[in-house]
Every structure is written in C-alpha cells, then in structure tokens.
T-cell receptor, first 113, second 112 residues
C-alpha cells in the first residue's frame, strides 16, 4: 500500500523544547517537501529536498531544520527558535523536483503549550 | 507562476454537478492548471491537471477555455464527502524548487 505517512497525528510539547516530526514515503519519489498551514490560511513551504543528502530552504525556514539521509525519509525538527510553532504540518513528495503533482501525508497537528 | 482567482465559497446539492471556476488571465503558454482539494484537517489531495485540452479522470473533469484564461473543475455527481476547500494552481511543470502556492481556494459545501 503506497503512500506517505506522518506520525503522530497530534503532538503536544512544552515551550522551549525541540520536537521532530516524522515523514516517510514508499512511492520511490526523489523530492520531498514540508509545508506549514495555519488556521484559515494556505500552505507555506518550510524546506524541500530534491534528492538524498540535499535540501533547500523554503519561504519560512527559520526555526526549523531537516535531514534527508534516506530517500524515503524526511524528518522535520521544530526548534525552540521557532517563535510560533503551533500549526498543522504537512509533508509531501513528488516523483521529481519539478513534479507539480505532489502527494501529501495526513499531517501532524503540533501544539506548543 | 500565474495568479489565480477563485470564489471563496459555493454550495451544491448532493447528487448534482459542482462547477468550480478559476480565473488565471496571466497564464503563460507552458503553465499547467492543477486542482487540489483539502478536506478539513487532512492533507491536500491531487485531483486533476491539464494544459490546453479538457481532461477527465475518475474524480473530476477539467474544462479549460480556448484562450486558457479560465478553467472549471466539474464534480459530476457531488456527494457529502466532496465537501472541502478546492485549490486551483497554475504552474510550470519542471520548475526547480517544487513549491506549490495554495491561495485561499473555494470552500465547497455539498448539502443533502
């Protein structure tokens, strides 16, 4: 059963703690993305990776970090430097870096208390 | 990427066709029209895309005007599960970076 998985669906953390969100895909896609969505807003790109061991900053990378050590995995760390971390985080992948058909995971809703 | 304009909300009766319009008057010749939808608290779902010709798949049909300045997504027999925000995105396929720009979209409410 191919697709993108994100875990957990809901995550709670105390202010000042780093937290890592998981994203795994078994679609054999080269490119992966992280977006953030705030209530009533569209998606904003945080980081993207076109290929293993390579990634680039998106529009709102400050306070976040990523790694791409394996093709199927693209974890996102929300650091304590991120001023407003409470949001809905979405991971996506596409066959190539120019692929506009992106497939999204179910999302992780992060709440920082 | 060209800017798109969509109505903020629409209603549709269950079982009827839902026609969602999108204006993209500044579209370039190599830009595709993509449609995604997002059901509340879920990740966006790809629906369909096209360049010039009308397209149909198991989910929907996409009608693009001859001048390509507007398009319509058609859900032929809307169900309650089609209630979602629908996004029209115009983009060049093959662009490095891969960012999708989701605007405000159209909130479609399918009513019994």
């Amino acid at each position: 059963d191919g697709g993108i998985t994100q875990s957990p669906k809901y995550l709670f953390r105390k202010e000042g703690q780093n937290v890592t969100l998981s994203c795994e895909q078994n679609l054999n896609h080269d490119a992966m993305y992280w977006y953030r969505q705030d209530p009533g807003q569209g998606l904003r790109l945080i980081y993207y990776s076109q290929i293993v061991n390579d990634f680039q900053k998106g529009d709102i990378a400050e306070g976040y970090s990523v790694s791409r050590e394996k093709k199927e995995s693209f974890p996102l760390t929300v650091t304590s430097a991120q001023k407003n971390p409470t949001a809905f985080y979405l991971c996506a992948s596409s066959e190539t870096s120019g692929g506009v058909t992106q497939y999204f995971g179910p999302g992780t809703r992060l709440t920082v208390l | 990427d060209a800017k798109t304009t969509q109505p903020p909300s629409m209603d549709c009766a269950e079982g009827r066709a839902a026609n969602l319009p999108c204006n993209h008057s500044t579209i370039s010749g190599n830009e595709y029209v993509y449609w995604y939808r997002q059901i509340h608290s879920q990740g966006p779902q790809y629906i369909i895309h096209g360049l010039k010709n009308n397209e149909t798949n198991e989910m929907a049909s996409l009608i693009i005007t001859e001048d390509r300045k507007s398009s319509t997504l058609i859900l032929p027999h809307a169900t309650l599960r089609d209630t979602a925000v629908y996004y029209c995105i115009v983009r060049v396929a093959g662009n490095q970076g891969g960012k999708l720009i989701f605007g405000q979209g159209t909130e479609l409410s399918v009513k019994p």
